[in-house]
């Protein structure tokens, strides 16, 4: 991250959370740096009291195994993220889950530490887990053990010697493309090195796109492309997209997920509503104000905020077609769209931009400009109203793109 970054970022914390508070964090996570606390820290009870709880539970039966998963959000059981679908799937296939929760700096608060987040799930805080690893020496006799990351911070790679020593079996699921992130100052912990590592000593290394598995490929050959997928009891009804004229006789467009400009093609957007007969509906979070501002000015663009997943096909019921419009760049490229499988399971023949790849998938039309978006996104729409919408093979591969199926995918390399 460059001075400009660093600077541009520090202003948006103050200007976000106040001086007096950004100063305080600036310096709780100096003070974790050089590891003060972690001398100071007594024993803590409720780690080892989870430890002992999982260790019941293999001896009772009610596991058979366990999985130490890390994760850059606190679990939230109706968030449709990877991390968070494959504890829950885990979770159904009889394992135990300690979900370790990225923190900035020791001393940050989590709202769900130590807490039973869902059926044999319980969340604990990163710095307690690693200051305090060899608390871990109370579940080796649990055979079937294995530790997955999904982001390659050095504080997780601190654990995978004494953890492999303990007879974890190690994979390392890419699940975005960090570097092309800290780039844009949206991942700050990143070290190239120490994701190079992971890919070196992992027992099995998965990605969510081929460019990924490009990426390392000077480092090994076995790396598995497994891509992200949708849960239908999460997502409500499916195939519920509008196949009809709107009562206002405007096609109606629907984006929902991120709207940062650091990969959504705004110009775009606003380019394309210039047409009168094209209406677009965002839900999401990550525009700039001066954005929203231009979006609400146009009477054919509504913004919505966020919407929980579950509450999301009461929206796409009233849209004809998805649209993803990022930016063509090594970021955008890399990505695995978990909305794409969300759009198909609705039923949303969609247009996209900036990632090639899903141009492969039924109902998915990759366009390169402003013509080309436009002109699918009628021919889209004509097949609507003629019935002419080929799904032929939409159910096949809604079926091969659960959660579900990705995640037996990624179990059954491991056990090979």
Not at 53 to 66: D, T
Request: neutral net charge; aromatic residues 14%.
């Amino acid at each position: 991250m460059n001075i400009q970054q660093l600077l541009k970022k520090g202003m948006k914390a103050i200007n976000e959370n106040g001086l007096g508070n950004t100063l305080q964090k600036i310096q709780r996570r100096a003070i974790t740096r050089i590891g003060i606390n972690k001398w100071l820290r007594s024993d803590n009870p409720q780690l080892k009291a989870i430890y002992n709880k999982i260790l019941n539970q293999y001896k009772n039966k009610e596991i058979n195994g366990l999985v130490v998963l890390t994760s850059g959000l606190e679990f939230e059981e109706l968030y449709n993220q990877r991390t968070i679908n494959l504890a829950k799937y885990l979770s159904d296939h009889g394992l135990g889950v300690l979900f370790v929760t990225w923190q900035w700096d020791d001393q940050e608060q989590l709202k769900k530490s130590y807490q039973t987040v869902y059926k044999n799930i319980y969340q604990v805080p990163v710095y307690d887990f690693t200051y305090e690893l060899d608390k871990l020496k109370i579940l080796d006799e649990i055979v079937n053990k294995i530790y997955i990351t999904t982001f390659p911070a050095k504080l997780f790679y601190k654990s995978i010697e004494q953890l492999k020593h303990s007879g974890y079996r190690i994979i390392y699921d890419i699940m975005d493309e960090w570097e092309e992130f800290y780039k844009t100052g949206d991942a700050s912990w990143y070290e190239r090195k120490i994701e190079e590592q992971f890919v070196q000593v992992s027992d099995l290394v998965t990605v969510v796109s081929k460019p990924l598995k490009d990426k390392f490929s000077f480092i090994r050959e076995d790396i598995y492309v497994i891509g992200n997928g949708y849960t239908a009891a999460l997502s409500g009804r499916g195939n519920i997209a509008l196949k009809e004229k709107a009562e206002d006789q405007r096609i109606h467009i629907g984006y929902f997920g991120h709207l940062t400009p650091s990969w959504f093609d705004w110009d775009l957007i606003l380019s394309l509503a210039e047409n009168d007969s094209f209406y677009f509906h965002f839900i999401g979070h990550g525009a700039p104000e001066e954005i929203l501002q231009k979006i609400e000015a146009q009477p054919n663009c509504k913004f919505y905020g966020k919407v929980h997943p579950s509450e999301l096909y009461k929206f796409v019921e009233k849209w004809h077609i998805g649209i993803i419009p990022f930016k063509h760049s090594k970021l955008s490229e890399a990505v695995d769209p978990i909305k794409i499988y969300e759009y198909l399971y609705f039923g949303l023949p969609t247009v996209s931009t900036g990632i090639p790849h899903i141009g492969n998938y039924p109902l998915v039309t990759h366009c390169n400009n402003q013509l080309e978006v436009k002109a699918a996104i009628d021919n889209y729409y004509e097949q609507l109203m003629n019935g002419k919408l080929d799904l032929a093979d939409l159910n096949d591969f809604l079926g091969k793109t659960t959660w579900e199926a990705r995640f037996n995918e990624m179990m059954s390399l491991l056990n090979k």
